[in-house]
């Protein structure tokens, strides 16, 4: 069989994973489950190897947003427990049971179906109830006593954990947080008074975890960016930082041509950018298919030679073209950096994503499936 050049890439350490892992472990201490979150093939760095390195290190629970991307765990042979946090169609209610996945229920209603499916399985199946703290999203809206009534009425399932989600978890100059979370514990109060204790309680992503916010641990957390290697930012008087993640990937491209441009020559569609001055261009092979977004047209920067240089004009769908002008010489094949560190010079996502107008998680999910994968 032919192989190919290394076009555009992502490589990935399995060793700055485990590191991530165990400082969340580490933070959180050993009465608190850490159920990582691999969701979108978590978050770019694959979903199955992620899910495998993980499961060395003793992981208990995985936490997923479909079905289908649990299948595709339990497929690949991971026998741990596995949260499916946003799929609330009954429709896939079958396929939750079929692969032993234990669905986050989302409504009342759901919670009605998910009970009939487990009555006629003669199985009692575990499940998750979500609360609308105050998010406005995903998530039980009904008043206290409704969720109890529910709850008991459901006698074929297993009410294994309680959850909820913040809002504003950077956001310390916002008190939704502080609301969201009185509005869990009253109705963690009035469930207890109904004789309804859950074994998990949850509410923490990455932020609450590395901010500190004991308060909002409960005994699991269900971190995502923060296992890859970023801590979102705050707003206003957060708390320290008290994670030590590092990024877990670098993203590369290799050059496909170097070339002089007389001053007064265009670059790419649109003619975004004209040479003010005799120029030296790369063009290198990541383009918008790739996940390189379009806003960083003329506007983004990666490391060639070791050195942060400009992108010149539109980004297009499999190429971006980038000034080597200033940098050492350059040949086809020469990989530069997108993501990560180069001599002395490093760009990460965060970077990155501000440049283009997003966050980390839409510059690291967005690197599509042509960009080939590389574990070390
Ligand atoms: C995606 C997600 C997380 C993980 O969020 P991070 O900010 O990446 O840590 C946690 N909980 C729920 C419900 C999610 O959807």
Redesign the pocket.
């Known amino acids: 069989m032919a192989s190919f050049a290394l076009r555009c890439w992502t490589e990935i350490s399995r060793a700055q994973l485990v590191s991530n892992y165990r400082a969340i472990c580490a933070t959180v201490g050993a009465g608190v489950e850490v159920a990582p ?1 691999v ?1 979108a093939d978590a ?1 770019h760095h694959g979903a199955v190897e992620v899910a495998r390195v993980l499961a060395a290190e003793g992981v208990r629970w995985f ?1 997923v ?1 479909t079905a289908e991307e649990g299948a595709a765990l339990r497929e690949a042979g991971l026998q741990q427990r596995i949260l499916v ?2 799929d609330a169609l009954p429709r896939d209610h079958e396929a939750l049971a079929h692969y032993r996945l234990t669905p ?1 229920i989302h409504s009342l209603t759901s919670l009605q179906a998910w009970d009939a499916l487990a009555r006629t399985r003669q199985a009692p199946l575990p499940y998750h109830l ?1 609360i609308d703290t105050g998010f406005g999203r995903l998530g039980a809206m009904s008043t206290d006593a409704e969720v109890v009534g529910a709850v008991l009425a459901a006698s074929h399932v297993r009410l294994e954990g309680i ?1 909820t ?1 913040f809002a504003s ?1 950077t956001d310390y100059e916002s008190r939704q947080t502080e609301e969201q979370l009185g509005c869990f514990q009253r109705l963690l109060a009035v469930l207890a008074g109904a004789g309804i204790r859950p074994s998990l309680v949850h509410l ?4 609450p975890v590395a901010y500190g916010m004991r308060e909002a641990w409960g005994n699991m957390v ?6 890859y290697g970023y801590v ?1 930012a705050a707003r206003g008087a957060a708390p320290p930082n008290v994670l030590r993640v590092k990024p877990v990937l670098q993203w590369k491209a290799s050059v496909l041509t170097v070339k002089d441009l007389p001053a007064g020559f265009p670059v790419g569609y649109g003619a975004l950018f004209r040479a003010p001055k005799p120029m030296r261009i790369a063009v290198i092979s990541a383009g918008y298919a790739d996940g390189v977004p379009h806003t960083l047209s003329n506007k983004g920067q990666v490391i060639a030679g070791g050195r942060l240089v400009r992108i010149l004009g539109a980004v297009s769908m499999d190429v971006t073209t980038i000034d080597v002008t200033d940098c050492p010489p350059l040949r086809p094949g020469d990989p530069v950096t997108l993501i990560g560190q180069e001599g002395g010079v490093s760009q990460d996502a965060d970077e990155l994503a501000r440049a283009a107008g997003v966050i980390s ?1 839409a510059i690291l999910c967005g690197i599509s499936s042509r960009v080939r994968r590389i574990y070390c």
């Open positions: 979150v969701k978050y936490a947003a946090m946003s986050v979500k959850m989600h978890a923490a992503s990455s932020a269900r971190p995502g960016i923060a296992l979102p998680y």
